[in-house]
């Protein structure tokens, strides 16, 4: 009676300690339940060792010849053979799901993963107005955002900016929307009843950074340990969705939201990663909404990852004429560049990068952007420079700075391809910017601002015959600002064929004003110690401003 009792019971034991290790694992880790997961078979895989282990260590008998593989077999044969069994039966269904997925087999429809379609350069990328250009990158807006925090003693006690943030278009604009975390627990148990009270948007364009204070908090964040961690909330909701990315945006009204990227895997068990829709979170509420791809609201920027669309155009890129070509032949076979950048246009975010050859060499047959929301892509024929090596090109430009480049972003100007840089610091922030003609990369503008840049590309162009002499560039508006001194520093310089004086004030010490001869004459006849009011463009990073003398 004893021994009929004591098995069921051992078998209960070990079942429940299987469960609660089970549960706890699920609640860390947040694996989908989805047969399309390695998560979700790592997860099966353990639970199936632990109750295995755990029947093993309770059982009474031992192998009766310990050390011979007969008796070992014999003895877990007895003791765990549904756990083996059900093991095997894992294996065997990953193995045949990895084989199905395996790209030799599914040549076509990788490359099916994303339709490409020809654009026209002139026609598409219009020639985009310069206050929708990004002139950050992330680490710089990051780098401003980190700053703007600590200007706020109230916050930068308790919170911090986090690492990440996500371009979006906000009100037609490009920004920066970064969101804060808990400094640590403790401060996470002094403030978590109000939750997060603010979010800091960048301003791509102007540089400018704002912090958006909320009147309720914002709840659910990653840096929530417990249940209004913002993965472990929607996995609760969302238990067999696979997420893809999760970005922080906002909406038209400055509404936070976590937008979750839904995946599906589209070739055999574990191949062809796509989206098939989103899930909006109120980062406020926890209030959660899915929507079909087609369906998205039109505020929503961030879908498709950039990552995913380099993935999936790869794929297009190296198997359009079938697996063997990919390897022997290569004919046609193209890839993306290593970086990408983000342009804005009709209110979305396109994603671009450069198309080259697999023989990796350092120039672009072309250039693709795909839309971040949609997945619409388009692909531009225009050979030219690598960005790479246009990014060498203008960093040699101004070498005596040793300013790094930015990933540069492809601009339509007077119908010529021209990569747009800025060019940073080691603080990383913005101090010049730069302009390379794509076809002829020995073409490069700088500039201590993008009016100036703009100028000395127009000149160049014509220089070289690319543009008729009497084409101009066009006025870029920039706000302008007025400020009287007393000069304390000045001196000159001839640059192509243009002297400029370059004067500091007493009423702004840390910054060089610059003055072009042929604009300004009349600065020939002031010296140090002469009073003198000036107009320049407004740009808080610069360190040299371009200034005219005020009437």
């Known amino acids: 009676?004893?021994?009929?009792?004591?098995?069921?019971?051992?078998?209960?034991?070990?079942?429940?300690?299987?469960?609660?290790?089970?549960?706890?694992?699920?609640?860390?880790?947040?694996?989908?339940?989805?047969?399309?997961?390695?998560?979700?078979?790592?997860?099966?895989?353990?639970?199936?060792?632990?109750?295995?282990?755990?029947?093993?260590?309770?059982?009474?008998?031992?192998?009766?010849?310990?050390?011979?593989?007969?008796?070992?077999?014999?003895?877990?044969?007895?003791?765990?053979?549904?756990?083996?069994?059900?093991?095997?039966?894992?294996?065997?269904?990953?193995?045949?799901?990895?084989?199905?997925?395996?790209?030799?087999?599914?040549?076509?429809?990788?490359?099916?993963?994303?339709?490409?379609?020809?654009?026209?350069?002139?026609?598409?990328?219009?020639?985009?107005?310069?206050?929708?250009?990004?002139?950050?990158?992330?680490?710089?807006?990051?780098?401003?955002?980190?700053?703007?925090?600590?200007?706020?003693?109230?916050?930068?006690?308790?919170?911090?900016?986090?690492?990440?943030?996500?371009?979006?278009?906000?009100?037609?604009?490009?920004?920066?929307?970064?969101?804060?975390?808990?400094?640590?627990?403790?401060?996470?148990?002094?403030?978590?009843?109000?939750?997060?009270?603010?979010?800091?948007?960048?301003?791509?364009?102007?540089?400018?950074?704002?912090?958006?204070?909320?009147?309720?908090?914002?709840?659910?964040?990653?840096?929530?340990?417990?249940?209004?961690?913002?993965?472990?909330?929607?996995?609760?909701?969302?238990?067999?969705?696979?997420?893809s990315d999760i970005n922080f945006e906002i909406d038209e009204d400055g509404t936070p939201y976590w937008v979750a990227s839904v995946m599906k895997k589209t070739i055999g068990l574990f191949g062809g990663a796509d989206i098939t829709g989103a899930v909006l979170m109120n980062a406020v509420t926890g209030e959660c909404s899915y929507y079909d791809i087609e369906d998205v609201p039109t505020w929503v920027d961030r879908v498709f990852s950039a990552g995913l669309i380099i993935d999936q155009y790869d794929y297009y890129g190296e198997y359009k004429n079938g697996y063997w070509n990919s390897i022997f032949g290569q004919k046609g076979c193209t890839v993306t560049t290593d970086g990408y950048n983000y342009i804005a246009q009709n209110d979305d975010v396109w994603v671009y990068t450069g198309i080259t050859s697999v023989g990796g060499d350092e120039s672009n047959t072309g250039f693709i952007l795909v839309n971040q929301r949609t997945k619409e892509a388009k692909y531009y024929s225009v050979a030219g420079a690598e960005e790479y090596s246009a990014m060498s090109s203008a960093e040699g430009s101004v070498q005596q700075f040793s300013y790094n480049a930015t990933f540069p972003l492809l601009l339509n100007i007077e119908g010529q391809p021209t990569y747009f840089m800025a060019l940073k610091d080691d603080s990383n922030l913005v101090k010049m910017y730069a302009m390379v003609n794509v076809q002829q990369y020995q073409i490069v503008s700088n500039g201590t601002s993008l009016a100036e840049c703009e100028e000395n590309y127009y000149e160049l162009l014509r220089k070289n015959s690319i543009i008729s002499d009497d084409t101009e560039a066009p006025d870029i508006e920039n706000e302008k600002e007025g400020i009287s001194g007393i000069i304390t520093e000045m001196r000159s310089a001839v640059v192509e064929g243009t002297t400029y004086y370059y004067i500091k004030l007493d009423a702004a010490a840390d910054l060089w004003f610059k003055l072009s001869a042929a604009e300004s004459e009349e600065i020939i006849l002031y010296n140090i110690q002469d009073t003198v009011s000036l107009l320049y463009e407004k740009n808080t990073d610069a360190a040299i401003l371009p200034a005219i003398i005020q009437e």
């Open 1 to 243: 009676m004893k021994k009929s009792f004591s098995a069921p019971l051992r078998i209960c034991v070990n079942i429940l300690i299987t469960l609660a290790a089970a549960a706890i694992y699920f609640y860390i880790v947040l694996p989908p339940i989805n047969v399309q997961s390695s998560e979700f078979w790592t997860f099966v895989f353990l639970i199936l060792i632990v109750f295995s282990v755990l029947t093993l260590l309770s059982c009474k008998n031992r192998p009766q010849e310990a050390g011979t593989p007969h008796s070992l077999f014999s003895f877990l044969w007895k003791n765990i053979r549904i756990p083996l069994i059900l093991i095997g039966a894992c294996l065997v269904i990953c193995l045949i799901g990895s084989i199905l997925s395996a790209v030799i087999f599914n040549t076509k429809a990788y490359s099916s993963l994303i339709h490409i379609q020809e654009g026209d350069f002139a026609k598409d990328v219009a020639e985009i107005s310069y206050d929708q250009i990004p002139m950050l990158d992330e680490t710089s807006a990051n780098t401003l955002a980190a700053r703007k925090l600590g200007e706020l003693s109230d916050l930068v006690s308790q919170f911090e900016v986090d690492a990440s943030s996500a371009q979006i278009n906000y009100k037609n604009a490009p920004v920066r929307v970064t969101y804060l975390n808990y400094g640590d627990f403790f401060k996470w148990i002094n403030n978590r009843d109000k939750g997060i009270p603010a979010y800091i948007v960048t301003d791509m364009v102007t540089q400018e950074v704002s912090v958006i204070r909320l009147e309720k908090g914002m709840k659910y964040t990653p840096s929530e340990p417990f249940n209004r961690n913002v993965a472990r909330h929607l996995r609760f909701k969302f238990p067999c969705a696979m997420f």
